[in-house]
């Protein structure tokens, strides 16, 4: 007989092998899973200027959009797209599908222009970073 952990365990294991595509289309949705390749592809160049705003949110994860491996990835991917005005960091692990096993340490994803113009709310599991120079 099959146990309910059994079929968790199952589907976390295709889950978790299923690769991400790290493409830079317009679409803002995609798969959310990992793939081993991410480890060999080297870390891409930010050109802009970007702001840091510590302890701020903004826009929130929405499941099944993109998620990135580092804040410099999202940031270069953020860069050629003109609807994306923001990367959001989350503390929070990342998981497949909630309770399964951690796939990334955190939650780093983009944001769009009309959400990174939005009343930023104080919070210490997350981290901005705008698009453009810091406005004193």
């Known amino acids: 007989m099959v146990t309910y952990f059994t079929l968790l365990t199952a589907l976390s294991a295709a889950l978790i092998s299923t690769s991400l595509t790290y493409s830079t289309s317009s679409s803002w949705t995609s798969s959310s899973t990992p793939s081993a390749s991410w480890t060999t592809t080297p870390e891409t160049q930010v050109k802009g200027d970007w702001c840091l705003v510590p302890g701020t949110v903004l826009g929130h994860y929405k499941r099944g959009h993109r998620v990135f491996v580092s804040v410099d990835r999202a940031k270069a991917v953020c860069e050629k797209r003109a609807d994306c005005g923001a990367v959001g960091l989350d503390r929070t692990p990342y998981r ?8 990334f340490p955190s939650i780093i994803y983009l944001m769009s222009v009309k959400d990174s113009k939005m009343r930023p709310h104080r919070h210490y599991r997350y981290d901005t970073y705008m698009r453009g120079p810091c406005k004193n």
Do not use: K, T
């Not at 497949?96 to 796939?103: K, N």
């Open 96 to 103: 497949a599908a909630p309770g399964g096993p951690v796939i």
